[in-house]
């Protein structure tokens, strides 16, 4: 029940940007946008802009990064944000093919939620770390592939 107010709440722009303000400004600020959000896959878009552009007139890599790791992250908080005690959640490793320059507006979709809730409901029976890594893929407006990214995430239940 719980998790279902979680994830209508951040699937409102309000709510969304309130929590990244708070909590991550840097994405705040390059205009991340939840575009969809389930529990089973999220996508997360960033535009071309001012404030995320490189010297070669397309979006940074780090910015492109930052909305990979948001549409796999998002899912990860969707099914850990009421556990007790709370699970440790930790980008411990990254992989990138990047494909074709990103211009305009890049939606990146990550499909990995039961992946994701399994890994977590087992880091917590086991209270042992797990680790998995998921695939987020950037597409341009025309639908063509920019970059893949490989996230790698290690989960752990704290202990009190």
């Known amino acids: 029940m719980e998790q279902g107010i979680f994830l209508k709440k ?7 940007r309130f929590f990244l303000l708070k909590l ?6 390059s205009g991340i946008k939840v575009h ?18 490189n010297p070669f007139k397309s979006i940074y890599f780090a910015c492109l990064a930052m909305a990979a790791e948001m549409s796999s992250g ?3 908080l ?3 944000q009421h556990i007790r005690p709370s699970i440790s959640m930790l980008v411990v490793g990254m992989k990138i093919d990047f494909h ?3 211009v305009g507006e890049i939606h990146f979709e990550c499909q990995d939620g039961e992946l994701m809730y399994t890994a977590i409901n087992k880091s917590m029976q086991t209270q042992t770390s797990q680790t998995i890594t998921t695939h987020s893929r950037g597409l341009n407006e025309e639908g063509i592939c920019v970059a893949d990214f490989y996230i790698t995430w290690s989960f752990k239940q704290k202990i009190k």
């Open 74 to 76: 998002i899912l990860a």
């Open 10 to 16: 951040l699937q409102r722009p309000f709510w969304f």
């Open 24 to 29: 991550l400004p840097a994405a705040f600020f």
């Open 36 to 53: 969809a959000l389930s529990t089973e896959r999220a996508i997360i878009k960033i535009r071309f802009s001012w404030l995320t552009q």
């Open 100 to 102: 074709k320059k990103a």
């Open 78 to 80: 969707v099914h850990s």
